[in-house]
């Protein structure tokens, strides 16, 4: 079975511009979380997603979003990039059964986001 | 909210070297308990978890129990090897609605040296 799948890979914008990631989960899987990993913040939850609704959102201002799609595939939009953007961002899939948190998330490769 | 601290490092070993990082929690109800391997650009590969108190976690000769009492989930290795070198980043995961998320501890960078 596939692994979950990130696209691009490497991104670099200007400060002002906008992102689309994108992230195809694992076959089956029906809940997606996305999450910024920067060397002074660590990792920190952005957003999930279950069923083309957001389930839960992290302390991040509006200008990041998100969405899924009916085949549980997703894509995160950052507008008006920041020098502070600049990160690795993080999808993962999970089942989602039976409420969730005993579910394991399985996490893609990320994209390299750099905002010069 | 939830939080979880684990020592940070850098770790140094020798190659068959006995490995702890030590991981605590705070958490309401009954979180479930994760330790996830990042190795230089790659995402986050789960090594192993525990749903419940007192539960054993292992994989790949790692191991980690759920403790309860004292809040914790250490992760151990008896025998080092050079491809263990990574950042393990402990982690758990509420089990209150809304709080579904992944929380991470900052990450413990390990160096085997042969």
New interface residues.
Partial sequence: KAGVTQTPRYLIKTRGQQVTLSCSPISGHRSVSWYQQTPGQGLQFLFEYFSETQRNKGNFPGRFSGRQFSNSRSEMNVSTLELGDSALYLCASSLAEGGGYTDTQYFGPGTRLTVL | GNSVTQMEGPVTLSEEAFLTINCTYTATGY??L?W?VQYPG?????LL?A?KADDKGSNKGFEATYRKETTSFHLEKGSVQVSDSAVY?C?L???GA??????????TKLSVIP
């Fill in positions: 979180p479930s994760f996830y790659e995402g986050l590969q789960l978890k749903t980043f982690a995961r509420g089990s809304g709080s579904y998320q992944l929380t991470f501890g900052k990450g």
